[in-house]
């Protein structure tokens, strides 16, 4: 099992920036994938932004060159930098790994941009 823990979440003004973090822990061994994706009420999740062995990134449309994700493999945490941010980003924002072929989740941090 590998566990994922976000923190980073909050509220913040239009215009503003946040930077979520996600430490994964247990068998950690033979992780090749880690994101973000996101969820916003009355919509179905979405990715965000995922991140291949520290090389291959790929960014959802509505992130890209506002968002930056980023991989520290020593200590087995993915961040997600969000400039510029928008009230439609507006969500819960799951961490997400894949070992293989199994996917894992985190619970989930609040992204509230309002002013």
């Known amino acids: 099992q590998v566990q994922l823990v976000e923190s980073g979440g909050g509220l913040v003004q239009p215009g503003g920036s946040l930077r979520l973090s996600c430490a994964a822990s247990?068998?950690?061994?033979?992780?090749?994938?880690m994101g973000w994706f996101r969820q916003a009420p009355g919509k179905q999740r979405e990715l965000v932004a995922t991140i291949s062995s520290g090389v291959n990134i790929n960014y959802a449309d509505s992130v890209k060159g506002r968002f930056t994700i980023s991989r520290d493999n020593t200590k087995n945490t993915v961040f997600l930098q969000m400039n510029s941010l928008k009230p439609e980003d507006t969500a819960v924002y799951y961490c997400?790994?894949?070992?293989?072929?199994?996917?894992?989740w985190g619970t989930g941090t609040l992204v509230t941009v309002s002013s």
């Open positions: 247990g068998s950690i061994f033979s992780i090749n994938t």
């Open positions: 997400y790994a894949r070992r293989d072929i199994t996917p894992y």
